[in-house]
């Protein structure tokens, strides 16, 4: 029953994609009456009272209100943030550190606007100045990204056929 484990696009009632679910929970939604089928999976699932085709996309039947999704402040985030590149030289890098701009111990916040992605020679030449005390100077000046409403979607592994659901995807 692998099929159990295929992943299911949930689209709110105005086609926007709102979250990804499990064949099990789609199908309850559907018989329900909670949603509707707008595309198929495939195979068949057999329920204790019929059998129903595996979905692979459904529509929710009422508008839901998407969650406002705020970033944290997680090293991840950050990286992407700034697109896996030390802010002080500009080398892209899988191997960095989080540095904060004004040190830690010169009470420097853990906020957006404080830290940044460092490589690791840039990191340990900062060591526990400011950058201008350390002759460096950040190429972009590091801010809270804007919240995505897909940011959801973004570890997830899309099917091809959910393309023309997905805004992003073109
Ligand atoms: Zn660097």
Redesign the pocket.
């Known amino acids: 029953m692998g099929m159990l484990n295929a992943t299911v696009l949930v689209v709110n009632q105005n086609y926007e994609p709102l979250n990804i679910c499990g064949v099990r929970r789609a199908v309850v939604l559907l018989d329900r009456g909670k949603a509707e089928l707008i595309l198929n999976g495939r195979g068949e699932l057999r329920t204790p009272s019929t059998t129903v085709p595996i979905p692979s996309v459904i529509r929710l039947v009422h508008m839901v209100k998407r969650p406002f999704m705020k970033h944290r402040l997680a090293r991840r985030e950050v990286f992407m943030r700034d697109n896996y590149t ?1 802010l ?2 500009g ?1 892209q890098s899988r191997d960095l550190t989080i540095d904060h701009v004004v040190p830690r111990h010169r009470n420097g916040p853990h906020t957006w606007d404080n830290v940044v992605s ?2 690791i ?2 990191n340990h030449h900062k060591a526990g100045l400011t950058p201008a005390e350390a002759g460096m100077r950040l190429l972009k000046e590091p801010r809270a990204p804007r919240a995505n409403p897909y940011s959801l979607f973004q570890h997830r592994t899309l099917l091809e056929e959910w393309r023309p659901f997905l805004p992003w995807a073109g």
């Open positions: 030390c002080y030289c080398k460092a490589c020679p840039c």
